[in-house]
């Protein structure tokens, strides 16, 4: 799928879809539940309620710059608390040059979090070490958001993950560490949006008079759009992260902006009462 916004394109490139499975990460949202929100179906969940996800790369191409926004599972990985998750072999990277984005061609890898499904692809098993995946990136995390890792990585699942696809970056020389407001480029500026880590940031788009937003893990899914209080079993603060939402959300609503998420296809939000729906594309 790809999105042009002004000058800059979008495309997204997925290493994973699942329907249904996804009681683990949004526990309140049952069939029953979501069968009573019609405008996710058929875009979001089908019509027995089951919610459709992804977990997928956004590569956003500016006149200048190629930059790759969070980089999935990743193959050989292990110790992830999800089973399938661990030992992938997956054609990830292939897909990618497929669609014309071979690894060296990616200037920049921004990372909206250091989650296990957002940082695997930061490094590729070579000979039995972790190298950068994208030999000619930087690779841009928010300091807030490295620096909690880092220091309180304290279960065998984070640990695995910071080992094996934060700390080779740094130790290479290639991390770069950044405010969760900053300008990434011309055309690129980071929201700070904390709530589901400590230093997760959302990405704004800003190009010949259009506008779209990246929301990262802001909300795994749109059905917590009309359930701002419906979080993540992995948000690390979910008062925060229900309060984020709703800031975010209502800055945006009833707005042109062009929103795609972490784990869901682009839309439109409304203001649905007290809460808002998303309005897929096409």
Known sequence: MQWKVGQVKITKVVELETTGSTRFILPLASNEEIQKLPWLIPHFATEEGRLKMSIHSLIVETPKRRIVVDTGLGNDKEGRGVPTWNNRKGPFLETMAAAG?????????LCTHLHVDHVGWNTKLVDGTWVPTFPNARYVFGRTEYEHWRD????????????????????AGRAELIPSDARLT?????????????????????SGGEQALLTGDVAHHPCQMAHLDWSSTADSNPAQSATTRRDLFSRFADTPTLVIGG?????????????FKFIALG
């Open 101 to 109: 984005f071979p690894p060296d061609s990616i200037d920049t890898v």
């Open 152 to 171: 309180h990585s304290e279960t065998e699942d984070k640990i695995a993950v910071f080992k094996d696809s934060v700390a080779p970056i740094v130790a």
């Open 186 to 206: 011309e055309e690129i500026t980071l929201i700070p949006t904390p709530g589901h880590s400590p230093g997760h940031m959302s990405i704004l788009i800003n």
């Open 263 to 275: 784990h869901f296809n682009a839309g439109h939000i409304k203001r649905d009462g007290d809460a």
